[in-house]
Protein backbone atom coordinates (compact mmCIF):
# COMPACT_ATOMS: atom_id res chain seq x y z
CA UNK A 1 0.00 0.00 0.00
CA UNK A 2 2.73 2.07 0.98
CA UNK A 3 4.58 1.75 -2.68
CA UNK A 4 0.91 2.39 -4.38
CA UNK A 5 0.86 6.17 -2.31
CA UNK A 6 4.62 6.68 -3.40
CA UNK A 7 3.68 6.15 -7.24
CA UNK A 8 0.70 8.30 -6.57
CA UNK A 9 2.67 11.50 -4.85
CA UNK A 10 5.49 10.61 -7.78
CA UNK A 11 2.54 11.02 -10.77
CA UNK A 12 1.68 14.41 -9.34
CA UNK A 13 4.80 15.61 -8.83
CA UNK A 14 5.42 14.51 -12.54
CA UNK A 15 2.76 16.67 -13.60
CA UNK A 16 3.98 19.80 -11.29
CA UNK A 17 7.70 18.82 -12.51
CA UNK A 18 5.98 19.72 -16.13
CA UNK A 19 4.78 22.56 -15.26
CA UNK A 20 7.95 24.04 -14.38
CA UNK A 21 7.03 23.67 -10.51
CA UNK A 22 9.12 21.43 -9.09
CA UNK A 23 12.37 21.21 -7.15
CA UNK A 24 14.94 18.31 -6.63
CA UNK A 25 17.26 18.50 -4.20
CA UNK A 26 21.27 16.40 -4.68
CA UNK A 27 21.82 13.48 -2.67
CA UNK A 28 25.14 13.20 -1.16
CA UNK A 29 28.26 11.27 -2.38
CA UNK A 30 28.07 9.06 0.81
CA UNK A 31 24.28 8.07 0.16
CA UNK A 32 25.18 7.02 -3.22
CA UNK A 33 28.20 5.10 -2.32
CA UNK A 34 26.26 3.59 0.39
CA UNK A 35 24.26 2.02 -2.32
CA UNK A 36 26.84 -0.37 -3.38
CA UNK A 37 26.70 0.39 -7.41
CA UNK A 38 30.60 -0.49 -8.16
CA UNK A 39 31.77 0.46 -11.69
CA UNK A 40 30.97 0.27 -14.46
CA UNK A 41 27.39 -1.11 -13.45
CA UNK A 42 23.97 0.96 -13.58
CA UNK A 43 21.86 -0.34 -10.53
CA UNK A 44 18.05 0.24 -10.35
CA UNK A 45 16.58 0.53 -6.85
CA UNK A 46 12.91 -0.05 -5.01
CA UNK A 47 11.43 2.33 -2.94
CA UNK A 48 13.82 1.18 0.45
CA UNK A 49 17.00 1.75 -1.75
CA UNK A 50 17.02 -1.94 -2.07
CA UNK A 51 18.62 -3.03 -5.42
CA UNK A 52 16.73 -4.74 -7.64
CA UNK A 53 18.98 -4.94 -11.05
CA UNK A 54 22.07 -4.63 -12.38
CA UNK A 55 22.79 -3.82 -15.60
CA UNK A 56 26.89 -3.37 -17.59
CA UNK A 57 26.69 -3.96 -21.37
CA UNK A 58 26.26 -1.45 -23.72
CA UNK A 59 23.37 -1.85 -25.86
CA UNK A 60 21.75 -1.28 -28.96
CA UNK A 61 18.46 -1.48 -27.64
CA UNK A 62 16.31 -1.73 -24.29
CA UNK A 63 16.88 -4.31 -21.88
CA UNK A 64 13.54 -5.47 -20.22
CA UNK A 65 12.96 -4.51 -16.97
CA UNK A 66 10.13 -7.05 -15.15
CA UNK A 67 9.32 -5.39 -11.93
CA UNK A 68 9.59 -1.67 -13.19
CA UNK A 69 6.67 -0.91 -10.93
CA UNK A 70 8.66 -1.12 -8.29
CA UNK A 71 11.68 0.46 -9.29
CA UNK A 72 12.39 4.14 -7.58
CA UNK A 73 15.81 5.30 -7.69
CA UNK A 74 18.79 4.36 -9.60
CA UNK A 75 22.46 5.02 -10.23
CA UNK A 76 25.10 5.08 -13.13
CA UNK A 77 28.60 4.58 -11.90
CA UNK A 78 30.01 4.26 -15.57
CA UNK A 79 32.20 7.10 -16.47
CA UNK A 80 31.58 7.87 -20.15
CA UNK A 81 28.24 6.08 -21.03
CA UNK A 82 25.05 7.07 -20.60
CA UNK A 83 21.89 5.20 -19.59
CA UNK A 84 18.84 5.84 -21.23
CA UNK A 85 15.14 4.69 -18.77
CA UNK A 86 12.40 4.06 -21.15
CA UNK A 87 8.54 4.07 -19.31
CA UNK A 88 5.13 2.12 -19.92
CA UNK A 89 4.16 5.61 -20.95
CA UNK A 90 6.14 6.12 -24.03
CA UNK A 91 8.55 8.53 -21.97
CA UNK A 92 12.72 8.06 -22.21
CA UNK A 93 14.67 9.84 -19.70
CA UNK A 94 18.11 9.85 -19.40
CA UNK A 95 20.79 8.94 -16.39
CA UNK A 96 24.26 10.99 -17.16
CA UNK A 97 27.29 9.69 -17.58
CA UNK A 98 30.63 10.73 -15.11
CA UNK A 99 28.12 11.40 -12.28
CA UNK A 100 28.93 7.67 -9.84
CA UNK A 101 27.86 9.18 -6.57
CA UNK A 102 24.30 10.95 -7.88
CA UNK A 103 21.03 9.07 -6.72
CA UNK A 104 18.28 9.58 -9.89
CA UNK A 105 14.54 9.58 -9.01
CA UNK A 106 13.80 6.85 -11.70
CA UNK A 107 10.06 6.50 -10.83
CA UNK A 108 9.74 10.12 -10.99
CA UNK A 109 8.18 9.77 -14.29
CA UNK A 110 6.18 6.24 -13.97
CA UNK A 111 6.67 2.74 -13.94
CA UNK A 112 10.19 1.64 -15.89
CA UNK A 113 10.06 -0.67 -18.65
CA UNK A 114 13.28 -0.76 -20.14
CA UNK A 115 16.76 0.60 -19.47
CA UNK A 116 20.25 0.86 -22.06
CA UNK A 117 23.28 1.88 -21.42
CA UNK A 118 24.76 3.80 -24.59
CA UNK A 119 28.35 4.46 -25.16
CA UNK A 120 27.65 8.23 -25.97
CA UNK A 121 28.69 10.09 -23.34
CA UNK A 122 26.13 12.70 -23.37
CA UNK A 123 22.58 12.49 -23.23
CA UNK A 124 21.77 14.91 -25.72
CA UNK A 125 18.31 16.21 -26.05
CA UNK A 126 17.18 13.62 -23.81
CA UNK A 127 15.72 15.37 -20.77
CA UNK A 128 17.90 14.11 -17.30
CA UNK A 129 16.10 12.20 -14.98
CA UNK A 130 16.30 14.28 -12.06
CA UNK A 131 18.34 13.63 -8.56
CA UNK A 132 16.40 12.25 -5.74
Partial sequence: MA??????LRVVAAGTLMSGAA???TATPAEAAALNCPYPYTCLYDFNKVMMHRYQVVTSTFQSV???ADV???VNSRNDDVVFVRYTNGLV???PAGT?????DVGYYGVTNGIRID???SCGST???PVA
Fill in 100 to 104: PNTIY
Fill in 72 to 74: AYG
Fill in 23 to 25: VTA
Fill in 93 to 95: RCM
Fill in 66 to 68: SDG
Fill in 3 to 8: NKLRKA
Fill in 119 to 121: SSS
Fill in 127 to 129: IKV
